[in-house]
C-alpha cells in the first residue's frame, strides 16, 4: 500500500469548509443538550409531578428519547451521505435542528395541555436526535476525507471540540436560565435561528473529493463492464465486520461516562446534599468547563502524538481506579469530593476522542456514512437506554456498586476495540476489490 501524503497547512477551500462545519455542529450540540442541562428545570414543566423513583425513570426517559430514533436516522442520513453526498447531509441535519427549536419554543406545558406536552416533548427530543446523528458524522467525514494526516486529525478532533462548546454554552444558558428566572424559550427560539442560517450558508461548501472520486470510478468501470450504473455500488466494496465491533464497542464508552459524571451525581447532588436544580446546573458548569477545556488540550495534543497512543493512555490510567469507584462515591461526604469524582470521569475516561478520523478511515468510503453513522447510532441508543435506567435500577439494589456492572464490561470491550485498531491500514477505496467482485 502507498504511503497516504501528509498535509501540513489548509486550503482556502478547507479553511471555510471547517469553519462552517464547526459553527453547525456547535449549533447543534448547543440545541440538542439545552433541554439536556435544563431537565431539572423543563422536566418539572412537561411531565406530571410524582413520587422520586418514577421522575428519576422520567428523566431517563425524556433523556434517552433522542437517542432511540437514532439508528432509523443513521439509516436514512447514511444512505443519503452514501448516495447523495455529505454535502446535502450537513445541510438537513441544520434545516431539521431549527425546526425543532422552534416547536420547543412554542411548546404548551404539561398544566396547559396535560399529558400530551410529555408526548411532545420526546417527539422533539427524536427530531432532535436525529438530525445531531446525521449532524456529528457528516461534519467529521467530511474533513476526514477532505484533509490529509497529520491535519486531518486536528481539525477532525476540532469538531468534537466545537460540539463540547456547544453542550457547554447549552450548560451556560441553563445556568442564567435557572439563576436569574429568563425565559427558557428565549434560548430555543435563538438556536432555531442560527441554526437555519448555518444550513444556509453551508450550501455553500464542495462536495468531498475522496467520496466524488469513489464515485466516478466504479462508474466508469460500471460503464467498461456493460452494467447499469444506476447499480448499488455500495455493494461493491467490503466492510471488514472486526472494524464494526470494535467500532461499536469504543462508542459505547462515552454515553456511560456522561450519565455518570452528569445525570447520576446530578441526582446524588439532590438527594444526598439537598442542592437545589439552580445548584446542580452550577456545579455540572464547572465539570463541563474543566471537560471543554481536557478536550482542547488533546485536540492540541494530537497534532504532536498519534491519536491511538493518547487513548491507550486514559484506558490504562481510567482501569487503574475505575474499580474504586463505588468507594469514591461512598467516601464523598461533601459536594466538593463528589466534584472531584465529576471531574475524574469527565475528563479520564476514556472515548473515541480525539481518534474519530483513524476509525473513520478504516470503512470503505462508498459505505462510510452508513456504516459509521449506524454503529455510533446504535451504540448510543443502547448506552443511554442502557446507563440511564441501568444506573436507576441496579444503584437501588446494590448501592454505588451497581455502577461496576455497568463500568467494567464497557472497558474490556473498549480495550479490545483499540486493539484492534492498532494496524495502520485504511479502508477507503480498494480499487482492486471492485475489480474483483465485477469480474
Wanted: hydrophobic share 50%; glycine share 6%.
Amino acid at each position: 500500500m502507498q504511503a497516504v501524503e501528509e498535509q501540513q497547512s489548509l486550503t482556502r477551500e478547507q479553511k471555510e469548509a471547517v469553519g462552517l462545519l464547526s459553527i453547525g455542529t456547535f449549533l447543534e450540540y448547543f440545541d440538542l443538550m439545552l433541554y439536556v442541562h435544563m431537565a431539572v428545570l423543563l422536566n418539572e414543566l412537561f411531565f406530571p409531578k410524582t413520587d422520586a423513583h418514577t421522575t428519576a425513570l422520567l428523566s431517563a426517559f425524556a433523556f434517552c428519547s433522542s437517542f432511540i430514533f437514532r439508528p432509523f436516522a443513521a439509516l436514512l442520513f447514511g444512505w443519503l451521505g452514501d448516495n447523495i453526498g455529505r454535502k446535502a447531509t450537513v445541510v438537513m441535519t441544520t434545516f431539521l435542528m431549527s425546526i425543532s427549536c422552534v416547536i420547543m419554543a412554542n411548546l404548551p406545558t404539561y398544566e396547559q395541555i396535560g399529558i400530551s406536552a410529555a408526548w411532545l416533548v420526546t417527539l422533539c427530543r427524536m427530531l432532535q436526535g436525529a438530525s445531531s446523528m446525521g449532524e456529528v458524522i457528516g461534519a467529521e467525514l467530511y474533513l476526514t476525507e477532505t484533509i490529509k494526516p497529520p491535519l486531518q486529525y486536528f481539525y477532525v478532533a476540532l469538531m468534537v471540540v466545537a460540539d463540547k462548546i456547544g453542550i457547554f454554552t447549552a450548560l451556560g444558558v441553563a445556568f442564567l436560565v435557572t439563576s436569574f428566572g429568563l425565559n427558557w424559550r428565549l434560548a430555543f427560539w435563538v438556536g432555531a435561528v442560527v441554526a437555519l442560517v448555518g444550513a444556509i450558508a453551508r450550501t455553500n461548501l464542495r462536495e468531498t473529493p475522496e467520496f466524488v472520486d469513489a464515485k466516478k470510478r466504479i462508474n466508469n468501470m460500471l460503464k467498461a463492464a456493460n452494467l447499469p450504473i444506476d447499480k448499488n455500488i455500495q455493494s461493491l466494496q467490503k466492510v471488514n465486520k472486526k472494524y464494526v465491533v470494535s467500532y461499536f464497542l469504543i462508542e459505547c464508552a462515552s454515553p456511560l461516562w456522561f450519565c455518570i459524571s452528569y445525570v447520576y451525581c446530578s441526582n446524588l447532588l439532590k438527594t444526598k446534599f439537598g442542592f437545589t436544580p439552580e445548584e446542580v446546573i452550577s456545579q455540572n458548569f464547572i465539570v463541563g468547563s474543566v471537560e471543554l477545556l481536557s478536550a482542547i488540550f488533546l485536540m492540541l495534543l494530537v497534532s504532536r502524538i498519534h491519536p491511538l497512543k493518547i487513548l491507550a493512555v486514559r484506558i490504562t490510567i481510567f482501569a487503574m481506579f475505575a474499580l474504586f469507584i463505588p468507594t469514591m462515591l461512598d467516601s464523598a461526604t461533601t459536594p466538593f469530593e463528589l466534584l472531584m469524582f465529576q471531574l475524574f470521569v469527565a475528563v479520564i475516561a476514556p472515548t473515541a476522542f480525539p481518534a474519530q478520523a483513524i476509525f473513520y478511515s478504516r470503512f470503505p468510503v462508498l459505505n462510510r456514512f452508513t456504516c459509521t453513522s449506524l454503529v455510533f447510532a446504535i451504540s448510543r441508543a443502547c448506552m443511554y437506554v442502557v446507563s440511564s435506567f441501568g444506573l436507576v435500577f441496579l444503584t437501588n439494589k446494590y448501592g454505588h456498586t451497581g455502577i461496576l456492572i455497568l463500568v467494567v464490561p464497557i472497558i474490556i470491550g473498549y480495550i479490545y476495540g483499540i486493539i484492534s485498531f492498532k494496524d495502520s491500514n485504511s479502508s477507503g477505496f480498494n480499487l482492486e476489490l471492485v475489480k474483483e467482485k465485477l469480474g
